[in-house]
């Protein structure tokens, strides 16, 4: 099992920029991909953004050429940076991992992104 903690959230302005980032423990050498979800008020959780251990990455269109998801040098770490943010944005970040041979994803406990207008 993976544990999760993202950090980063917080209240910005349209047009504005955030930084979130996501630290894993625990079985982290069992990972292959991580990324973010992303669940506004009332709506399914979607996927943001997702990067593979051989650093492959993949971006809703939603927000490519505004968000960029990278990892860090020491390979628990996955960043997203999310720039021009717009108020449709709005909504809890979620990361998550996923392992080789796993049943199931694991999850981060979210942090809260608002965008205003």
């Known amino acids: 099992q993976v544990q999760l903690v993202e950090s980063g959230g917080g209240l910005v302005q349209a047009g504005g920029s955030l930084r979130l980032s996501c630290v894993a423990s625990g079985s982290i050498s069992s990972i292959n991909v991580m990324g973010w979800y992303r669940q506004a008020p009332g709506k399914q959780r979607e996927l943001v953004a997702s990067i593979t251990r051989g650093g492959s990455t993949n971006y809703a269109d939603s927000v490519k050429g505004r968000f960029t998801i990278s990892r860090g040098n020491i390979k628990n770490t996955v960043y997203l940076q999310m720039n021009s943010l717009k108020p449709e944005d709005t909504g809890v970040f979620y990361c998550?991992?996923?392992?080789?041979?796993?049943?199931?994803?694991?999850w981060g406990r979210g942090t809260q992104v608002t965008v205003s207008s």
């Open positions: 998550y991992a996923d392992r080789w041979g796993a049943t199931m994803i694991d």
